[in-house]
């Protein structure tokens, strides 16, 4: 997701390096204790985790706005709301749903929906799941498309990953925290722990530093019984532990450099979530000007949430040069890059980029404040535009000819074979053309090699969905990860997993009434474009936390605003 700092050769301190040691004896120890647990005992673990993430939510979206350079009442600050406590929140819900599951007998899939998926897949329908899931996320769901010939029998009997085994233990993960978003070493530790009966010792990425305390209470109850524990430092702390032999995985999530600094000594598995180039494939249709505004604004939200730090942020717009609305559809893009609020590019290297990118296009335009580079190459100079990830806002757009499948086949080939990374891919196609299109648009969906694919939405919706998977196209290894290697959340804990598929409404209300797939919201509070988006945003945190329906009224209220 976020660069991480690669391992260094520089000999630790002893008493850092006795530290370490120490943590990792704890972790041997923790190790037993959690392979004793009954899976009833490890849900009732995950609600003790929920208390003590409720307890911090405040705070930890205030830290995580802070030292970001948001202040208080800045409009953008409920994205810290959302990609910190709120996805803590509704994972350990989920994962305590899976366990109470298996607890009683019964695979986490018995009550969910499946169907077929092109290619002879099983598409298993992971969210929504509840009417409040409906309510607040209205018009968006995922599913999980598992790999060709899996059936769904052999889904359900499969499903619980390490939990069918809970006294088989996993022994020790190291986790190497992404710096970007909060909510990241959060849920890898989770993720050690339920789809690998794996204690953790979680390196901290510097940038989080201010969020070690908020963390250590978050996590208290992994901590105390020596399930977890919280390290900070630099690369010579990472490369101690990715070579101490206490250690038996390690996940990373982080850039390509870091990986291939790990990997060449590393004598135990990895996996790894490493970024990459995503595409926003435009399906040339007959939109409105209504339509060409709201797109325009979810393009730039894809780019600039987070300050574009984000190694699923959208970076190549495919255009059709043949349709007719493209000179609208890229005046009113360009028109919601300038607008969108200010805010500081906050993460290490970020200027750097975005001044690697003034050097290799000069004729880009810069927006906004001046911080924010759209540039517009032909398709035979995008070059760097398609092969680096920027980390920064800096946001492409690639014509290629065609209208209807043939364009869409043509964009889909294109991002296959000339973005680097598999991670997530973005399609805008709105419900006539969809629809003409048919078992054409669904078979394009498929061929696209990326772990995520977002219909309609941004594939950030899949990384805050639970039981949604996150993580690179299958088939990475260590000699060839172009965005990793397995998945993470995956609360469902499904194996034989392909990849996500997130579907959302082309109209937002009301114009979404009887035009295409429906949904409550005006514009979803995670656009930067929101005028209500922090509220909103701190307001869906905390009904997860009470469920207090009035307050959530009062909410909803507020999003109508938006």
């Known amino acids: 997701m976020s660069p991480t700092s690669p391992p260094s050769t520089t000999a630790l301190p002893a008493d850092v390096r006795d530290d370490l040691d120490a943590a990792l004896a704890d972790l041997d120890t923790g190790a037993r204790?959690?392979?004793?647990?009954?899976?009833?005992?490890?849900?009732?673990?995950?609600?003790?985790?929920?208390?003590?993430?409720?307890?911090?939510?405040a705070e930890w979206a205030d830290v995580a706005s802070t030292s970001k350079g948001l202040r208080p009442g800045h409009p953008l600050r409920g994205e810290e709301w959302l990609s910190g406590p709120y996805a803590a929140l509704v994972a350990v819900?989920?994962?305590?749903?899976?366990?109470?599951?298996?607890?009683?007998?019964?695979?986490?899939?018995?009550?969910?929906?499946?169907?077929?998926?092109?290619g002879g897949r099983t598409a298993v329908h992971t969210s929504p799941l509840t009417a409040?899931?409906?309510?607040?996320?209205?018009?968006?769901?995922?599913?999980?498309?598992?790999?060709?010939?899996?059936?769904?029998a052999h889904a359900q009997r499969r499903a619980?990953?390490?939990?069918?085994?809970?006294?088989?233990?996993?022994?020790?993960?190291?986790?190497?925290?992404?710096?970007?978003?909060?909510?990241?070493?959060?849920?890898?530790?989770?993720?050690?722990?339920?789809?690998?009966?794996?204690?953790?010792?979680?390196?901290?990425?510097?940038?989080?530093?201010?969020?070690?305390?908020?963390?250590?209470?978050?996590?208290?109850?992994?901590?105390?019984?020596?399930?977890?524990?919280?390290?900070?430092?630099?690369?010579?702390?990472?490369?101690?532990?990715t070579q101490h032999p206490s250690v038996a995985h390690v996940h990373v999530t982080g850039s390509e450099a870091t990986f291939r600094a790990i990997t060449p000594g590393l004598h135990?598995?990895?996996t790894a979530e490493l970024g990459g180039v995503s595409p926003i494939i435009v399906v040339p249709g007959d939109w409105t000007a209504a339509d060409l505004r709201f797109q325009a604004e979810h393009v730039v939200t894809m780019r600039l949430h987070n300050g574009g730090h984000n190694c699923i942020a959208g970076q190549v717009v495919l255009l059709s040069e043949d349709w007719p609305r493209r000179a609208e559809f890229l005046a009113e893009l360009r028109a919601a890059y300038d607008r969108a609020p200010a805010r500081p590019v906050w993460y290490p290297g970020g200027e750097a980029k975005l001044a690697a990118a003034r050097e290799a296009y000069p004729d880009a335009a810069w927006c906004g404040d001046g911080t924010r580079a759209l540039v517009e190459p032909a398709a035979s100079d995008a070059g760097n535009l398609e092969t680096t990830e920027y980390f920064s806002p800096v946001l492409g757009v690639v014509a290629l000819?065609?209208?209807?499948?043939?364009?869409?086949?043509?964009?889909?080939?294109?991002?296959?074979?000339r973005l680097v990374g598999t991670l997530g891919a973005n399609v805008l196609v709105d419900p006539v053309t969809q629809a003409a299109l048919g078992a054409g648009f669904e078979r394009a969906v498929a061929d696209l090699r990326y772990g995520t694919v977002a219909v309609n939405a941004w594939t950030a919706f899949g990384f805050l969905t639970p039981t949604a998977t996150w993580g690179a196209f299958p088939g990475g290894t260590v000699d060839d990860a172009p965005s990793g290697i397995g998945v993470v959340h995956n609360a469902f804990l499904l194996d034989d997993v392909e990849r996500t598929v997130v579907r959302g409404p082309f109209r937002p209300f009301p114009r979404s009434v009887g035009r295409g797939r429906f949904s409550a919201l005006p514009k979803p509070p995670w656009f930067v474009t929101s005028r209500t988006g922090a509220a909103v945003s701190e307001g869906f945190t905390r009904f997860r936390i009470d469920g207090d329906w009035a307050a959530m009224s009062a909410t909803l209220l507020k999003a109508f605003r938006a």
Not at 93 to 118: C, E, F, K
Not at 135 to 148: A, D, I, M, N, Q
Not at 401 to 417: S, Y
């Open 33 to 57: 204790t959690w392979a004793a647990l009954t899976l009833a005992q490890r849900a009732t673990l995950m609600r003790r985790i929920r208390a003590s993430v409720s307890a911090v939510a």
């Open 93 to 118: 819900d989920a994962y305590a749903d899976t366990l109470d599951a298996l607890a009683a007998g019964r695979s986490p899939l018995t009550r969910v929906r499946t169907s077929a998926a092109p």
């Open 132 to 152: 409040t899931d409906a309510l607040l996320l209205s018009g968006y769901t995922t599913e999980v498309w598992l790999t060709p010939g899996v059936t769904p």
């Open 160 to 241: 619980g990953l390490a939990q069918l085994t809970p006294t088989a233990s996993g022994g020790i993960g190291l986790v190497l925290g992404a710096g970007n978003v909060s909510s990241i070493p959060f849920l890898d530790v989770l993720y050690e722990l339920m789809a690998a009966n794996r204690v953790a010792i979680l390196k901290v990425n510097p940038t989080q530093d201010a969020l070690v305390p908020v963390f250590r209470r978050a996590l208290a109850p992994l901590i105390e019984p020596g399930f977890l524990r919280i390290v900070t430092g630099g690369g010579d702390v990472g490369a101690h532990l």
């Open 268 to 270: 135990v598995p990895i």
């Open 401 to 417: 000819p065609g209208t209807g499948q043939a364009f869409l086949d043509a964009a889909v080939a294109h991002a296959n074979d």
